[in-house]
């Protein structure tokens, strides 16, 4: 990875930014050539001060930046730049790409046909079972998820895709050996053997608010489209959001309760034009050839799943995607609470229920 030490080197000079650093491969072709100039070439680039000028033809700091390599390769990351043939060919487009990636998992050509789901940290469980439900569907015809890993949309987001067998993308908002937040190890752990951890902050950078609109850009920039599935009308989605549009990405939205106040956010969206997402197709519908993307090994699996056997039970009309209790169903559908508790555990076992904390019980998948 000795190649690679010059991008980390420039990234870390202070004061060459995302705008600097694009500016500089402009004008000098590589990293290492950058660290070969005279200063008063240096100088002639826009933006360049003469202070950063002069850090950079003195530059002797590489055991610290071969030590940053050293952490990298024990945490079984790498660093991928934008000249290696891996680097997502998507982020190259978007105004001011990262100079580089550090990936735990692997990066695929078929990452290409990517969808981001996103929105709130405090989804509904509604909010939460339609992000599965889509990331499942998306995975099974063949597409990556790409989300942000933080808690709530984005969670479920990964785990959908990855029940399905599918890929996902994690694009971190701190240093790859961060995980954030904690109580997403495992899924953390999970996620590169199926896709990639993502991140183009420093091994031991802390989750700062500060990183997470930077972060945002990336999600959008991997998709072909981003959809937001429960959020606010000013949110940190909303910034993935615009950055999408920026980028010329679709963006689509998933219907709420009119009362919810995660529903503000796609409700507005939808009201400004954004797709209306009720299932899988919809999103397809929006991206030009979509029939020919995909993986057809992910395709032809979910074809062969076994259906849902058809049940008809007097207590299963009264359940739904919002949690109802134990009392109602048996008030709703008059039966006797020791017939009602029968029923809801045959339910259970058929896959088609699912028992919440205090005797809730809404319908599954």
């Not at 995980?179 to 899924?187: D, H, S, W």
């Not at 951890?197 to 608010?209: C, Q, R």
Request: charged share 20%; proline share 9%.
């Amino acid at each position: 990875m000795t190649d690679k030490l010059p991008w980390l080197a420039l990234r870390s000079i202070p004061g060459v930014g995302l705008v600097l650093f694009q500016r500089l491969l402009r004008a000098f072709g590589t990293p290492a050539a950058v660290f070969q100039a005279f200063r008063g070439d240096l100088l002639s680039v826009r933006g360049m001060t003469p202070a950063m000028a002069q850090v950079i033809t003195a530059f002797r700091d590489w055991p610290l930046v071969e030590a940053q390599v050293s952490r990298l390769k024990a945490q079984g990351a790498q660093l991928i730049t934008q000249d290696d043939p891996d680097f997502p060919r998507r982020l190259k487009e978007i105004p001011y790409p990262p100079p580089f990636l550090f990936v735990k998992g692997t990066l695929r050509p078929e990452d290409e046909a990517a969808v981001a789901l996103v929105g709130t940290r405090t989804p509904s469980y509604y909010g939460l079972k339609a992000c599965r439900r889509l990331a499942g569907g998306l995975a099974a015809r063949g597409f990556t998820v790409v989300s942000g890993l933080a808690r709530g949309i984005d969670t479920a987001a990964h785990e959908g895709a990855l029940e399905k067998g599918g890929r996902t993308l994690a694009v971190l908002g701190c240093g790859l050996d961060v995980v954030y937040p904690p109580e997403n190890k495992q899924l953390y752990e999970k996620i590169p053997a199926q896709g990639a951890l993502l991140s183009e902050f420093p091994l031991g950078t802390p989750p700062e608010a500060k990183n997470f609109p930077v972060r945002n850009r990336l999600i959008s920039g991997l998709a072909l489209a981003v959809v937001v599935v429960e959020a606010g009308v000013k949110s940190g989605t909303a910034i993935t959001v615009q950055y999408a549009l920026d980028q010329g990405r679709e963006v689509m939205a998933v219907p709420g309760p009119i009362d919810s106040p995660t529903s503000f956010g796609p409700h507005n969206l939808i009201q400004q034009g954004a797709k209306l997402v009720r299932e899988v197709e919809d999103i397809l519908q929006e991206i030009p050839g979509a029939g020919t993307l995909g993986s057809p090994r992910a395709t032809e699996a979910a074809a062969a799943a076994p259906l849902r056997p058809v049940v008809d039970d007097p207590v299963l009309p009264f359940i739904g995607s919002e949690p109802i209790q134990l009392e109602e169903l048996v008030k709703a559908s008059r039966l006797a609470p020791a017939e009602v508790l029968s029923r809801l555990t045959f339910l259970e076992l058929q896959g088609l229920v699912r028992e919440l904390p205090g005797k809730c019980y809404v319908l599954e998948g």
